[in-house]
């Protein structure tokens, strides 16, 4: 006798098929254990009236963008508004920082890190180079870092 799996394995007998089943979806790929971070971060969704439902990368990047919104209600700052992740071009490399925080008269990027990675290394040694305004890096439990791009004469 013959059994097939709704997958479509095909197995000789009965008990073959039991125990491919613990294991099987029933579509055409095994069950496998949930996916996790390669660095641990949860992806976190947040509710903004600036910019709608995103889910973030971090739950830093979510808190960060849930105090952005606060600081943006608020009639006494400086800050007139922002908006994630926009895409930048550093001498032929695509870069999204997290935000870009739009005040009366000038703009910031803000990257918010958990970990910092190689690609981000690179970005950190072209930012001075390429771009116009400056970036912040903000790290838990760490000061602010911001580099600032090169002024040309």
Known sequence: MRATCPCGRMFSTVDELLRHAKTCNG?????????????????TPHTS???GTRVYASKRE???????????????????G???????DLGGIAYRPDFVLFYFGAQEFVDVKGVETPGFRTVRK???KH???PLR??????PDEVIEPERKQ
Do not use: M
Not at 29 to 40: C, E, I
Not at 68 to 78: Q, S
Not at 137 to 142: A, D, S, Y
């Open 137 to 142: 890096i903000v790290k838990r439990g760490e």
């Open 62 to 80: 979510a808190e960060y963008a849930w105090g952005l919104d606060a600081l943006t209600a608020d009639p006494y700052t400086p800050l007139a």
């Open 27 to 43: 579509d055409r790929a095994p069950k496998h254990a949930p996916r996790t971070s390669k660095y641990n971060n949860q992806r």
């Open 82 to 88: 922002w908006a994630p992740q926009p895409q930048l």
């Open 126 to 128: 072209l930012w001075p």
């Open 49 to 51: 009236p600036y910019c």
């Open 131 to 133: 771009a116009k305004f």
